[in-house]
């Protein structure tokens, strides 16, 4: 699935917290400063890593910057396109 469909997806408190953790921000810091509880925002951040079929923060990074999803990271490093 294409970078654009998956991010449709996103509702508009996940792209927000998507622009927090991209960034480098705690749920601490992404809790206070959106004024929602860290719990919530680890609920956003769950949502939207699933959403976009990413593992982890680095892979969301990844993602973000290529377009590849985690099926295709996990895809291209078996065939040795991407370095482990």
Do not use: W
């Amino acid at each position: 699935m294409k970078v654009r469909k998956l991010i449709a997806e996103l509702t508009s408190r996940e792209l927000q917290i998507l622009d927090f953790v991209i960034t480098g921000c705690t749920s601490k810091y992404i809790s206070s400063k959106l004024e929602i509880s860290i719990k919530t925002v680890e609920s956003h951040r769950t949502a939207l890593m699933k959403k976009l079929q990413v593992d982890s923060v680095n892979r969301l990074i990844y993602f973000m910057l290529t377009g590849l999803n985690c099926a295709e990271i996990i895809r291209d490093s078996n065939e040795g396109l991407v370095p482990s």
